[in-house]
């Protein structure tokens, strides 16, 4: 299962995405995440359901000095090796 997620709110410079890529390597999931230039925060999680819903309750609450306004998630097919952060874009 893969989900797209675009997270905003005050989600840069806070940990974001160190925090998910530490939880995504304890679930097991795989995917991406990045910093986007509009301020938001970007990635694509895949992995077994439940881990990805766990991923995805995560990041609605986000690293203790973020704050999360908005979490939209979009349904993906593809299948990924790993779980990395890319740069900004």
């Known amino acids: 299962m893969a989900k797209q997620l675009r997270i905003s709110g005050d989600v840069q410079g806070?940990?974001?995405?160190?925090?998910?890529?530490?939880?995504a390597e304890r679930l097991?999931?795989?995917?991406w995440v990045k910093n986007r230039r509009d301020g938001t925060v970007e990635a694509v999680v895949d992995?077994?359901?439940?881990?990805?819903?766990?991923?995805?309750?995560g990041a609605?609450?986000?690293p203790r000095a973020a704050r999360v306004n908005e979490v939209r998630v979009i349904e993906l097919?593809?299948?990924f090796?790993?779980?990395?952060?890319?740069?900004t874009e």
Do not use: C, K, L, T
């Not at 806070?14 to 939880?23: I, K, L, N, P, T």
């Open 28 to 31: 097991g999931v795989n995917g």
């Open 77 to 79: 097919e593809g299948h």
């Open 14 to 23: 806070v940990g974001f995405r160190y925090s998910m890529q530490a939880e």
């Open 60 to 62: 609605r609450q986000g």
């Open 47 to 57: 992995g077994a359901p439940g881990a990805v819903a766990e991923i995805i309750a």
């Open 81 to 87: 090796e790993r779980f990395e952060q890319r740069p």
